[in-house]
């Protein structure tokens, strides 16, 4: 199995600062099948990103995502409030998919 | 509206066997291929198993041999049936959708809530 590690584990940030995230894969994923997902206390996760870099529906764009091969990224332009939450990136190039571990973005 | 609802959750025993549904709305059920994602108490997401259009069925290796997933598109359901359940099983477990019609993998969207599992003696 492709083995998803995030880093950091929490990252500690003011409003309108900028968040960098990282995600690396234990071997390539396979057709940029990379997503990462927004997930606050007792909410189901909300999806960000798929494709590695494409939008979803909604998301606004200071949420973007990047990277291939093994290592990738989801960058917050600029923190609001509501930013503040778990954050995971999730392979689905293979059969047996994979989700990191999680970052927390924290004030 | 493109909803998910699961149901079925509960307490049972070390040993027992549980099944949860999940009814989808608001999409062609029969086009997408589905998933059940897994969050014990405090911890992260772990995906449990898929099923494609063509019912191609995964599993987690955690959960294989003990965990069936099934669908059923009249009635757009989903389902997984869980036996000799272990305590390392209690979790929220969520049913989710993939992004895009007629790929047996992608993106997970929408999630529905959840269902608490809890295997306690």
């Known amino acids: 199995d492709i083995v998803l590690t995030q880093s950091p584990g929490t990252l500690s940030l003011s409003p309108g600062e900028r968040a960098t995230l990282s995600c690396r894969a234990s071997?390539?994923?396979?057709?940029?099948?990379v997503a990462w997902f927004q997930q606050k206390p007792g909410q189901a996760p909300r999806l960000l990103i798929y494709?590695?870099?494409t939008r979803a529906t909604g998301i606004p764009d200071r949420f973007s995502g990047s990277g291939s091969g093994t290592d990738f990224t989801l960058a917050i332009a600029r923190l609001e409030p509501e930013d503040f939450a778990m954050y995971y990136c999730?392979?689905?190039?293979?059969?047996?998919?994979?989700f990191g571990q999680g970052t927390k973005v924290d004030i | 509206e493109v909803q998910l609802m699961e149901s079925g959750g509960g307490l049972v025993k070390p040993g027992g066997s549980l099944r949860l549904s999940c009814v989808a709305s608001?999409?062609?059920?029969?086009?997408?291929?589905m998933n059940w994602v897994r969050q014990a108490p405090g911890k992260g997401l772990e995906w449990v198993s898929s099923?494609?259009?063509?019912?191609?069925?995964f599993y987690a290796d955690s959960v294989k041999g003990r965990f069936t997933v099934s669908r059923d598109n009249p009635k757009n359901s989903l389902y997984l049936q869980m036996n000799s359940l272990r305590a390392e099983d209690t979790a929220v477990y969520h049913c989710?959708?993939?992004?895009?019609?007629?790929?047996?993998?992608?993106?997970?969207?929408?999630w529905g809530q959840g269902t608490l599992v809890t295997v306690s003696s």
């Open positions: 989710a959708r993939v992004g895009t019609p007629f790929f047996n993998n992608g993106w997970f969207d929408p």
């Open positions: 099923i494609s259009i063509t019912s191609s069925i």
């Open positions: 999730h392979q689905y190039g293979s059969s047996s998919q994979t």
């Open positions: 494709g590695v870099s």
């Open positions: 071997q390539t994923v396979s057709g940029s099948s």
């Open positions: 608001g999409f062609t059920f029969s086009s997408y291929t």
